[in-house]
């Protein structure tokens, strides 16, 4: 561990697996305390969950702990953060990495499909910040970074059946621009990464797999570990406030 952020406090939501699995351990690397949460029903001693993160931290001789977290649920954000601030004496970083990516047509969705994916993609997130914000400031300031994604930030929906989703990392975008005003008195520095072809969605064809590698100027899919540098690189910065960088390898030039 490098330990630049030893003595630090983070609270990863939607860390279970995947890129918030590697975001975590980046932070307990670098020495930071870290809380891994996710929904209840990812919970047991499996591959993928949380307890599993945590007990890949602690193994290489990090500090882990797993939260079940509803992050849809003020009661269950709100009892997470607790958790946390009772294990570890507080919290310096929150990390919403929580979403879901539903794609369905506009003439077969129903309301409970917008539900479904506002709350969980942007709400949550607010939720999560309300919760975590109050301890921050009792600490003297602290660091949120929210998700996006890179067709927000660009304000270019491309693709249909993802209208809920759009929507949601572009609200994402406005969120983190709000707080970071809200929110810079008590030096709380908010900002949003906006993730391009990073790693392929389960189901992806090899063709689809080549045609994204072509759209992409850099040729090339990112990887998890670009995700977690600028998470890294955006806690590093006293400056950076109310920002979203597009982490996309160019695609959005292209």
């Given at each position: 561990?490098?330990?630049?952020?030893?003595?630090?406090?983070?609270?990863?939501?939607?860390?279970?697996?995947?890129?918030?699995?590697?975001?975590?351990?980046?932070?307990?690397?670098?020495?930071?305390?870290?809380?891994?949460?996710?929904?209840?029903?990812?919970?047991?001693?499996?591959?993928?969950?949380?307890?599993?993160?945590?007990?890949?931290?602690?193994?290489?001789?990090?500090?882990?702990?797993?939260?079940?977290?509803?992050?849809?649920?003020?009661?269950?954000?709100?009892?997470?953060?607790?958790?946390?601030?009772?294990?570890?004496?507080?919290?310096?970083?929150?990390?919403?990495?929580?979403?879901?990516?539903?794609?369905?047509?506009?003439?077969?969705?129903?309301?409970?499909?917008?539900?479904?994916?506002?709350?969980?993609?942007?709400?949550?997130?607010?939720?999560?910040?309300?919760?975590?914000?109050?301890?921050?400031?009792?600490?003297?300031?602290?660091?949120?970074?929210?998700?996006?994604?890179?067709?927000?930030?660009?304000?270019?929906?491309?693709?249909?059946?993802?209208?809920?989703?759009?929507?949601?990392?572009?609200?994402?975008?406005?969120?983190?621009?709000?707080?970071?005003?809200?929110?810079?008195?008590?030096?709380?520095?908010?900002?949003?990464?906006?993730?391009?072809?990073?790693?392929?969605?389960?189901?992806?064809?090899?063709?689809?797999?080549?045609?994204?590698?072509?759209?992409?100027?850099?040729?090339?899919?990112?990887?998890?570990?670009?995700?977690?540098?600028?998470?890294?690189?955006?806690?590093?910065?006293?400056?950076?406030t109310g920002e979203t960088i597009r982490v996309d390898g160019g695609r959005h030039v292209n």
């Open positions: 561990m490098s330990g630049s952020l030893t003595g630090k406090v983070a609270f990863v939501a939607g860390a279970s697996r995947g890129i918030g699995a590697t975001v975590a351990a980046a932070l307990a690397r670098e020495g930071a305390a870290v809380a891994v949460a996710a929904r209840s029903e990812q919970e047991g001693k499996v591959p993928g969950t949380i307890h599993a993160v945590a007990d890949r931290i602690t193994s290489a001789g990090g500090r882990a702990l797993a939260v079940s977290c509803d992050v849809t649920s003020e009661e269950s954000v709100e009892a997470a953060v607790a958790a946390t601030v009772s294990e570890f004496g507080g919290i310096d970083i929150l990390i919403n990495m929580a979403s879901v990516y539903l794609r369905k047509p506009f003439d077969e969705m129903r309301a409970e499909d917008w539900d479904a994916v506002i709350n969980v993609d942007l709400r949550a997130a607010f939720l999560c910040a309300m919760a975590a914000a109050p301890h921050m400031r009792r600490r003297g300031g602290g660091r949120i970074v929210n998700f996006s994604d890179w067709l927000s930030k660009s304000g270019r929906p491309r693709y249909r059946g993802f209208l809920p989703y759009y929507v949601a990392k572009a609200g994402v975008i406005a969120l983190t621009e709000a707080l970071a005003l809200e929110l810079a008195p008590d030096n709380v520095l908010v900002n949003a990464i906006a993730p391009g072809p990073i790693v392929a969605p389960p189901g992806t064809t090899d063709d689809e797999l080549k045609a994204v590698e072509r759209a992409t100027p850099l040729g090339r899919w990112g990887g998890e570990r670009e995700i977690a540098k600028t998470v890294l690189a955006l806690l590093d910065s006293d400056f950076i």
